[in-house]
């Protein structure tokens, strides 16, 4: 039902104890394993499945869970070659470069307290230098917004609204890390053609970076709960884990593994700059959420927003990517130029009834909105859930307060 939501792994449990006299104590092989495929939803959603929303979750994703295996089919494996791009050199080139042309860039620059009013907003850094501005784009990440101040968070003054301050707190943050290590090309041990490597460890699946151009790369990609619990470890106590388990799975005959000559290790929910990989939808959370994050807020005398908000757990189209992260930017720069006309066009003035929807967001004729048949306001179709050109003439819709 709308009213409770339930971890993803006790709607499993529930599920299948329905079905059977005895509960799970009962449970088929079968069943047994169909537990073991929420291990696909861990690492795709980045939490354990007793973190994760049922009510919030797309179906789709529960019915691909259902029906893929934890391995994937050749033809899955295929098909996620074909659909990836990696990005090998990083960010900067292929993107970062090109967005910042033009703009004055400064980097090691630690936000840590962000005043906004009717007359602009001030964005005071950790080494005492204030900068002042109009607006001001939000683009800190979920894990840094959840801390507080003394946890190193950033303080808003005033505070968030609390429509932003409860999405921020529903919303999860995940955790996935990488271990990358690289060995002496002629030490090379794995297969060397295959870009997708498995092994029956849960806890590891291995991109082959060196079919892949990275010559003597293997990256291993860590999924919770051990991502979580890793963060803890010396990097010495995670090799123990993983150089034993590469060298029975691609080297069993050989008696002696090589070492690797470069080992690298995330550790993203430690990062103080990031607290976290990227978002997933909690036990609790709900589809306005993520467009509510999104929302400007900092709503002045004038009706108009001074804060507006982007980055990958704001985007209701593609949450956790990098071209989820970058549509939210786009978003966010277009609201912040329809706030400017607004704000210039003098019979708008002094009139706040250009903020719409749950998400508090300037409307945008763009959008797509539908109006709901119990309290008459507005609303986008994401932040609904629902597709407005779906319904039918005349047939009714209710929000979710309604
Ligand atoms: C292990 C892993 C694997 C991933 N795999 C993929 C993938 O395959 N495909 C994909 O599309 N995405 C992937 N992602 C997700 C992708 O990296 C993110 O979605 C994307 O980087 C989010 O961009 P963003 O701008 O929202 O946030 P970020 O890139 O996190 O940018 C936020 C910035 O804010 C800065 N910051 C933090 N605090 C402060 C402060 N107080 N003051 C000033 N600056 C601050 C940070 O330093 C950072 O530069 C992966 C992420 C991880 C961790
Ligand atoms: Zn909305
Ligand atoms: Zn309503």
Redesign the pocket.
């Known amino acids: 039902g709308r009213q409770e939501d339930l971890s993803v792994e006790a709607a499993f449990r529930v599920a299948i104890a329905r079905t059977l006299k005895g509960g799970m104590r009962s449970a088929t092989p079968l069943l047994r394993g169909l537990m073991n495929s929420l291990k696909v939803l861990e690492w795709a959603y ?1 939490a354990e499945a007793s973190q994760l929303s049922t009510r919030t979750l797309k179906k789709v994703a529960l019915e691909e869970a259902a029906a893929s295996s934890f391995a994937g089919s050749d033809e899955e494996m295929a098909a996620v070659a074909e659909s ?1 791009g990696l990005v090998f050199d990083g ?1 900067t080139p292929f993107l970062i470069d090109h967005l910042a042309q033009g703009a004055a860039v400064r980097l090691g ?4 307290r962000v005043e906004h009013g009717d007359s602009g907003a001030m964005v005071h ?2 080494d005492g230098s204030v900068h002042e501005a109009d607006y001001v784009i939000v ?6 917004l959840k801390c507080t101040p003394m946890e ?3 303080m808003f003054a005033p505070p968030l609204s609390d429509a932003k301050l409860q999405a921020i707190d529903k919303l999860g943050m995940g ?4 271990v990358l290590l690289r060995w002496e090309v002629a030490d090379v041990f794995w297969p060397k053609d295959e870009p997708y490597l498995q092994c029956t460890d849960q806890r590891f699946r291995f991109l082959n970076c060196h079919a892949l151009g990275k010559a003597g790369v293997l990256v291993v ?2 999924a919770p709960p051990y ?1 979580i619990a890793m963060e803890a470890l010396s990097d010495e106590r995670i090799l123990d884990e993983l150089l034993p388990l590469l060298h029975a799975t691609f080297a069993p005959h050989t008696p002696l593994l090589p070492s690797p000559v470069e080992v690298r290790v ?1 550790r ?1 929910t430690a ?9 997933y939808e909690a036990v609790g959370c709900q589809f306005h959420h993520r467009s509510a994050l999104r929302a400007p807020d900092g709503i002045d005398k004038q009706g108009l927003p001074r804060l507006f908000f ?6 209701t189209e ?9 549509a ?2 786009e978003e966010a720069a277009a609201e912040l130029l329809n706030a400017i006309t607004l704000r210039a066009t003098p019979q708008h003035a002094h009139q706040p009834a250009y903020i719409v929807c749950s998400c508090r967001s300037v409307f945008d004729a763009s959008r797509s909105m539908i109006l709901c048949d119990g309290c008459s306001n507005w609303f986008h179709d994401e932040c609904a859930g629902v597709d407005a050109s779906l319904f039918a003439e005349g047939e009714p819709f209710l929000c979710m307060s309604c």
């Open positions: 980045v990836d960010y620059a630690v936000v840590s850094l950790s683009t800190l990440p979920l894990g840094v190193g968070g950033v955790t996935e890390n990488k990609m860590v991502s995330t993203w990062d103080p700059y990031a607290r976290g990989s990227y978002s982007a980055g990958e757990a704001c985007s593609a949450a956790q990517c990098v071209h989820g992260a970058v939210t930017g």
